[in-house]
């Protein structure tokens, strides 16, 4: 499927709004992808894919979880979680995407996860930097991506981490782990 295709089969799934953003996440993604030396065709059908089920049912999305024996701690610590293990099943099911390198980026963007590839930190921090978000940090994080990816993504965890504490969410296990492991690798 080329690049042309691809932005014409998630379109339907996606509202305006999610769809600027998905072209978004295309573009950093493909930056992202060049530093860090991985392959940008790749990097480029993860980033359209991404939330490609971003719109579906709780309850199918929550179905696929537990059809697919995936961590249960996806259904439990917040519905915003769904759609990223949820999407790389139908993408590869629906799309039929199979590259495990693209489905892996899709299944971990919203939580990232201790031990993640230049593939998955690519599109973690491509949904968390591109140009369309305003979020509080964000300018920070857009600026340590410039130089140093790791710190870029370790910053990004530790802003998810402190705005689900102020809001009084629970913190998917998976991210505070990876936040750990990249506050490690640093010291
Ligand atoms: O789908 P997007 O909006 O583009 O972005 P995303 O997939 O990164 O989802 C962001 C949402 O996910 C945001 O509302 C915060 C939430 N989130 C991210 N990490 C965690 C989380 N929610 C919980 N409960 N736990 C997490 O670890
Ligand atoms: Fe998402
Ligand atoms: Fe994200
Ligand atoms: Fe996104």
Same mark, same amino acid.
């Given at each position: 499927?080329?690049?042309?295709?691809?932005?014409?089969?998630?379109?339907?799934?996606?509202?305006?709004?999610?769809?600027?953003?998905?072209? =978004?996440?295309?573009?950093?993604?493909? $930056?992202?992808?060049?530093?860090?030396?991985?392959?940008?065709?790749?990097?480029?059908?993860?980033?359209?894919?991404?939330?490609?089920?971003?719109?579906?049912?709780?309850?199918?999305?929550?179905?696929?979880?537990?059809?697919?024996?995936?961590?249960?701690?996806?259904?439990?610590?917040?519905?915003?979680?769904?759609?990223?293990?949820?999407?790389?099943?139908?993408?590869?099911?629906?799309?039929?995407?199979?590259?495990?390198?693209?489905?892996?980026?899709?299944?971990?963007?919203?939580?990232?996860?201790? =031990?993640?590839?230049?593939?998955?930190?690519?599109?973690?921090?491509?949904?968390?930097?591109?140009?369309?978000?305003?979020?509080?940090?964000?300018?920070?994080?857009?600026?340590?991506?410039? $130089?140093?990816?790791?710190?870029?993504?370790?910053?990004?965890?530790?802003? $998810?981490?402190?705005?689900?504490?102020?809001?009084?969410?629970?913190?998917?296990?998976?991210?505070?782990?990876?936040?750990?492991?990249?506050?490690?690798?640093?010291?």
């Amino acid at each position: 499927m080329n690049r042309k295709e691809a932005l014409e089969t998630v379109k339907p799934h996606l509202t305006e709004h999610r769809y600027r953003h998905t072209l =978004g996440v295309r573009d950093a993604a493909l $930056t992202l992808a060049e530093k860090l030396g991985v392959d940008q065709d790749k990097a480029e059908m993860a980033a359209i894919f991404h939330d490609y089920a971003k719109f579906r049912s709780k309850d199918e999305m929550r179905g696929i979880i537990k059809e697919q024996q995936m961590d249960e701690d996806f259904i439990h610590y917040g519905d915003e979680l769904l759609h990223a293990p949820a999407g790389a099943h139908l993408v590869k099911k629906e799309i039929g995407i199979t590259d495990e390198e693209i489905l892996s980026a899709i299944f971990w963007h919203t939580t990232g996860r201790p =031990g993640m590839s230049d593939m998955e930190k690519v599109i973690f921090l491509a949904d968390y930097i591109e140009p369309n978000r305003k979020f509080p940090g964000v300018e920070q994080a857009r600026e340590k991506a410039e $130089t140093d990816i790791d710190e870029a993504v370790r910053t990004a965890l530790s802003n $998810t981490v402190t705005f689900l504490l102020q809001k009084n969410q629970p913190v998917f296990p998976g991210t505070l782990e990876a936040y750990n492991d990249v506050t490690f690798k640093k010291q």
